[in-house]
């Protein structure tokens, strides 16, 4: 089964910029639509963006026009080109499949934002 790893957190100052990503092993999401997620106050993962094999793309209206997916398929990893932070982004960022949400869950990465 496809686990999932997920990198490039950290702690920035608002208006600053992250790239995470997010690695495949034991398997490739290369013909998966893929997402990004991150949990609510009650602990459900909610979807900020996903990807399609044919590039198409879903973006959370929260992060619309900061936040751009992007995917390559030969190292079977995505990522998630975080501009322009706010405090509100601070979260444990996720990825998996989607809508399936049915490979293996990683740590997730941290991000945090604060001044």
Not at 13 to 42: D, K, N
Not at 53 to 80: C, E, P, Q, W
Request: glycine content about 12%; proline content about 3%; overall charge positive.
């Amino acid at each position: 089964q496809v686990q999932l790893v997920e990198s490039g957190g950290g702690s920035v100052q608002p208006g600053g910029s992250l790239r995470l990503s997010c690695v495949a092993t034991r398997g490739s999401f290369e013909f998966s639509r893929m997402g990004w997620y991150r949990q609510t106050l009650g602990k459900r993962r909610e979807l900020v963006s996903s990807i399609g094999r044919d590039g198409t793309t879903y973006y959370h209206h929260s992060v619309k026009g900061r936040f751009s997916i992007s995917r390559d398929d030969a190292r079977n990893t995505m990522y998630l080109q975080m501009n322009n932070l706010t405090p509100e982004d601070t979260n444990v960022y996720y990825c998996n499949r989607v809508p399936d949400e049915d490979y293996i869950w990683g740590q997730g990465t941290h991000v945090t934002v604060s001044s």
